[in-house]
């Protein structure tokens, strides 16, 4: 069979290797590195159904990077999906009620980010080695929030690499943000940006696009990559938990060989949808790929009309992680349905980025009809995490809530009864002040009068679920990051991290 390669959205200049497109982050041209095809897979169900987290992984990943020997690959999943998750199912799947709930914040993190970043170090070092790059790499990282924790946890004193990361100020949970500037780890950076996650995220793919900078930076032996979703090391280890709790369906009896399944997955930047599109596309039977958003609805007015319209004010919502209008891995998905035609792409994001709308033809959407998309307002999302809580004793977090809001929408619509999995991106305590207003039933209770910190142990108290383990004593950290700049002095913190002029 051919090898997999890979080339940006945007050209078809370029091929290169797993490793290439792993360590360089996204292309010159400002496309997303995608693979040449997608692999399927060929071993039956009741064969995966028998392996563990980690064998599955392996599997499934080894499909998408066939430049890694086998050591090499079982060699990151190894350090990867340890004792740093604090369960061995790594991302187990609950049944709550009729639903199923893909867990996938059991990590260092307690966030989903923790799947894909907790192995990402080890691809790009071994990809590093294999390419024989010898520059030290600098992960530049814009986050809504968890992202950057995850990455900066990830590469923390990781050897050959330093991590730069810059979140909006005010735009991410108060847990979110002590969790950053408390990072140990002598190449860890961060800094508050004025402006929102698409302004930060837009800066560093300019700072990636600037050639001259780039240059500048590769004389003092620097390259640049992204532990955003943009990078495919991000994107493909995604793909094995869809995968891995189609095998636990079966494993449970839920469902036969071959049936199919609906996911939910509440949605930013659509990195972790893509994910499930593409287990889809490798052969896993799934019947609606659900899309749940916040207020911040472009990717719900996309699904529905098929216009993509940026132009309107971010609002910050009590789901922050998802507060994007510039959902960058929607790119991969508009390639694959223009019938993987780069010219075409690029004039649809030539539209994007000149006007702030593309629209797509009949043709593409008829190629997208398999999702569905609805959104959640903040209201609706703390009456999720109380219903939740109150008919099944379950705690979600307010991203999962939106899910949660989005699949009962769609259920109300079409009386679809396939057995659905619903992502469940945080812990419901990284976002305490939203979840104790949700679950407390002392009505003259204000979470709004109590430090967000001592938040943690009120609702750990209420529900009578342990705080987990990464979020214990976050109050009490010490301090080690306090920066703020405007979006037009990134590049000037990045040079001084890097001591460019
Ligand atoms: C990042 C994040 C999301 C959005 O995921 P995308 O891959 O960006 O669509 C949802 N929920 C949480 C908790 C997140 O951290």
């Known amino acids: ?137 600098v992960i530049l990282t814009a986050t809504s929030g968890d992202t950057g924790k995850a990455a900066l946890e990830s590469f923390s004193d990781v050897e050959g690499t330093k991590i730069i990361v810059f979140y909006p100020d005010r735009g991410v949970s108060l847990v979110q943000e002590r ?29 990636f696009a600037d050639k001259v900078f780039g240059k500048m930076c590769a004389e003092k032996k620097y390259m640049f990559s992204s532990a955003n979703s943009i990078n495919v090391g991000r994107l493909i280890p995604q793909v094995a938990y869809y995968i891995n709790s189609y095998a636990r369906l079966l494993g449970m009896n839920e469902i036969e060989q071959g049936d199919r399944i609906n996911i939910v997955v509440p949605t930013g930047n659509f990195g972790n949808i893509l994910a499930a599109y593409y287990a889809r596309a490798m052969g896993l039977p799934v019947n ?92 609706q999302t703390i009456e999720a995490i109380r219903e939740v809580y109150k008919k099944y004793n379950y705690l979600i977090d307010t991203h ?14 079409t009386g679809d009864n396939t057995k659905t999995i619903i992502a469940s991106t945080a812990s419901p305590f990284k976002f305490p002040a939203s979840v104790v207003k949700a679950v407390s039933d002392d009505s003259s209770f204000n979470p709004e009068n109590v430090n967000e910190f001592e938040l943690l142990e009120k609702l750990s108290e209420i529900t009578e679920v342990p705080v987990p383990e990464p979020l214990r004593d976050i109050g009490t950290k010490k301090i080690l990051h306090r920066n703020f700049c405007r979006q037009d002095e990134m590049k000037d913190f990045v040079a001084k991290v890097l001591d460019i002029y």
């Open 288 to 379: 609606k790929l659900i899309c749940a958003a916040n207020e911040n609805n472009v990717l719900y007015d996309f699904f529905n009309t098929g216009v993509y319209n940026r132009l309107r004010q971010l609002k910050l919502t009590i789901s922050p992680s998802m507060d994007i209008l510039i959902s960058s891995n929607l790119e991969r998905l508009i390639y694959d349905i223009c019938g993987m035609d780069s010219a075409r792409l690029k004039r649809l994001f030539a539209d994007l980025s000149s006007t702030g709308i593309f629209s797509i033809d009949d043709k593409m959407m008829e190629k997208i009809k398999d999702f569905w998309s609805g959104f959640a307002t903040d209201a």
């Open 400 to 413: 999962t809530a939106v899910g949660y809001y989005v699949y009962k929408q769609y259920l109300n619509e």
């Open 1 to 137: 069979m051919e090898k997999i390669y890979y080339k940006s959205t945007r050209s078809d200049k370029e091929k290169i290797t797993s490793c290439e497109a792993i360590v360089k982050g996204i292309a010159d041209d400002g496309g997303l590195y995608i693979p040449s095809f997608i692999p399927i897979l060929n071993k039956p169900f009741s064969k995966l159904v028998k392996m563990d987290y980690r064998q599955l992984a392996f599997f499934v990943m080894h499909k998408f990077l066939p430049d890694f020997s086998e050591e090499e690959l079982k060699f990151c999943i190894e350090r990867a999906y340890d004792k740093k998750f604090d369960t061995q199912d790594i991302a187990p799947l609950v049944k709550i009620g009729d639903m199923f709930f893909l867990e996938l914040y059991h990590g260092a993190t307690a966030s989903f980010k923790d799947m894909a970043l907790s192995i990402l170090p080890y691809l790009l070092t071994t990809s590093v080695r294999k390419t024989g790059v010898d520059k030290e790499i």
């Open 179 to 207: 969790q950053m500037i408390t990072q140990e780890g002598s190449n860890t950076f961060v800094c508050a940006i004025e402006g929102n996650f698409d302004d930060a995220q837009t800066q560093v793919k300019n700072i």
